[in-house]
Nanobody, 121 residues
Framework: QVQLVESGGGLVQPGGSLRLSCAAS????????MAWYRQAPGNQREWVATSPSGGVAAYADSVKGRFIISRDNAKNTVYLEMNSLKPEDSAAYHCTMVVVTTSNSKPNDYWGQGTQVTVSS
């Protein structure tokens, strides 16, 4: 089994910054794509950013230029640095990873429980 645990959420004023972390643990052979999604109450889940293994990061237009996704493969961790935060960024942020648990198993998607980000004055 693989567990993903997010941290770093909280209350921040508009224009402020937060850094989210998501660490994977358990039976991990390799991690491919790491990504962040968010979901505000009453809204559908929204893709935020993706960090492919060995590729270029991609961002939703709504966060491009303000958010930065990065990863530490040695720590099985993905980060989301969020700058110039706006009230509309308020949501529960979830990480997801495509993980292979053994050398001959197929990749599966795993999700964290989420960390709340609230942007308000």
């Amino acid at each position: 089994q693989v567990q993903l645990v997010e941290s770093g959420g909280g209350l921040v004023q508009p224009g402020g910054s937060l850094r989210l972390s998501c660490a994977a643990s358990g039976s991990i052979f390799r991690i491919y794509t790491m990504a962040w999604y968010r979901q505000a109450p009453g809204n559908q889940r929204e893709w935020v950013a993706t960090s492919p293994s060995g590729g270029v990061a991609a961002y939703a237009d709504s966060v491009k230029g303000r958010f930065i996704i990065s990863r530490d493969n040695a720590k099985n961790t993905v980060y989301l640095e969020m700058n110039s935060l706006k009230p509309e960024d308020s949501a529960a942020y979830h990480c997801t990873m495509v993980v292979v648990t053994t050398s001959n198993s197929k990749p599966n998607d795993y999700w964290g429980q989420g960390t709340q980000v609230t942007v308000s004055s």
